[in-house]
């Protein structure tokens, strides 16, 4: 399983980007996907995760209202479309995939990760 992450890049505040994550080689219908980010020193957090029902199984206080997260389930590539975007929001952003349905609360619970994009606002 491969997963690729693009999109990041510098945003002045209020801006937008719109991530993607496209994936290869994943064969099970309807895994859950997620969205996490990391700054140096800190721990992974969890963005946004969506079960293998296209439901969007989680989606963090912090980007409530600023962030979307959107699957291709034909395709298994995740979107995360962030809007208004804070300082605070400057991170390493990574696609997560695990080969269930539901969503586990835990990064180490994901077993595939992309490499990650970095955002900067």
């Known amino acids: 399983v491969q997963l690729v992450e693009s999109g990041g890049g510098s945003v002045q505040a209020e801006g937008s980007l719109r991530l993607s994550c496209v994936t290869n080689?994943?064969?099970?219908?309807?895994?859950?996907m997620g969205w996490f980010r990391q700054v140096p020193g800190k721990e992974r957090e969890r963005v946004a995760t969506?079960?293998?029902?296209?439901?969007?199984?989680y989606m963090s206080n912090s980007v409530k209202g600023r962030f979307t997260i959107t699957k291709d389930k034909d395709k298994n590539s995740l979107y995360l479309q962030m809007d208004n975007l804070k300082p605070s929001d400057t991170a390493m952003y990574y696609c997560?995939?695990?080969?269930?349905?539901?969503?586990?609360?835990?990064?180490?619970?994901?077993?595939?990760w992309g490499q990650g994009t970095q955002v900067t606002v």
């Open positions: 969506m079960d293998g029902d296209g439901r969007i199984d």
């Open positions: 997560a995939v695990r080969l269930n349905t539901g969503c586990p609360v835990l990064p180490v619970d994901f077993p595939y």
């Open positions: 080689g994943i064969t099970y219908r309807g895994p859950c």
